[in-house]
């Protein structure tokens, strides 16, 4: 009944996955919703950054034909909110997935041929503000790389091009401490941790969110590269780019230094677009709703746990 509902893209179905992330918003950020105007107003910021994330990831998915004609994208992206409320808690991550998803809008419309410098300049410089934001997002330059491997391969110019997007966004940060801190660096500006401490992740709850994300992502990735063959040929380094942007937001969940489910935020929207192209290739209706099932149901039951 669900995927029924959001097979077709309709404006009524973007309202229901903002409405559902609202309340979940709320629900997740009350205390500092309703705290002083300081506090009230970062949170409103918050939510503003989080419901943008849905309308851009609608966005690049229907701009590069990424899915069909339907909502199953969003419809997973305020699902996987659901299983990890937490990702909605943190302005500099959310900062950080923001830039991110710029990066890699400019890096899937490379199939279209136009502008090609411009966007390499644009990713490296999205990506190296976020991470001024989130500092292992820097992992996410693979997907620069990737690009390049698949979109430039008889213009070794262009490998510069990111390059110079990054200097760009190092640049300015200098300037911002000779203004704000009269200095160049700051120690501060090195004090980059990491983490393989996952005693975070020992309770029933947090098992059985992480066995039913990876499960489901493991067993759509198995799908999505066996339908990769079927795909527009000119489109398929979007789809691979897809695939490694799911990879590259393992990894920073994996090395961060705070476990506490936010660090999934990032791969949240390319496991979207996974699940979204999973479910249009499978016949069976029931086996579809069994997976959306498990999206809606596995938070409910963590909070009996």
């Known amino acids: 009944m669900i995927t029924s509902i959001f097979s077709k893209s309709k404006p009524i179905n973007f309202i229901i996955v903002v409405v559902f992330v609202i309340l979940l918003f709320v629900i997740t950020n009350f205390t500092s919703l309703f705290n002083d105007f300081n506090s009230t107003l970062l949170t409103v910021a918050k939510l503003g950054i989080t419901l943008f994330l849905i309308f851009l990831l609608d966005f690049i998915v229907a701009k590069n034909n990424l899915t069909q004609r339907n909502s199953y994208a969003i419809m997973t992206f305020g699902l996987l909110f659901g299983m990890f409320p937490e990702a909605m808690k943190y302005s500099d991550l959310l900062l950080s997935n923001l830039f991110v998803f710029f990066a890699l809008r400019r890096l899937i419309s490379l199939h279209s041929n136009l502008h090609v410098k411009k966007k390499l300049f644009d990713a490296g410089f999205w990506i190296a503000l976020a991470m001024l934001f989130y500092f292992w997002s820097v992992l996410f330059f693979a997907l620069v790389i990737v690009a390049l491997i698949y979109h430039s391969q008889n213009e070794i110019k262009n490998t510069i091009i990111p390059f110079i997007g990054i200097a760009t966004v190092v640049v300015l940060f200098l300037i911002y401490n000779i203004i704000f801190h009269d200095a160049y660096i700051r ?27 990876f499960t489901s992502l493991i067993w759509t990735l198995i799908y999505y590269f066996k339908t990769l063959p079927d795909k527009n040929k000119k489109l398929r380094p979007s789809y691979f780019l897809i695939a490694w942007a799911s990879i590259m937001a393992i990894l920073v969940a994996i090395i961060a230094p705070v476990k506490n489910g936010s660090e999934f935020l990032f791969l949240l929207a390319p496991f979207s677009i996974v699940m979204a192209n999973y479910i249009e290739v499978i016949s069976e209706r029931w086996f579809k709703e069994v997976f959306i099932a498990l999206l809606i149901i596995t938070p409910i039951i963590t909070l009996l746990l």
Do not use: G, P
């Open 187 to 213: 120690s501060s500006d090195f004090q980059r941790y990491a983490s393989l401490d996952f005693t975070a992740y020992n309770s029933k709850a947090t098992i059985l969110k992480l066995t039913v994300l």
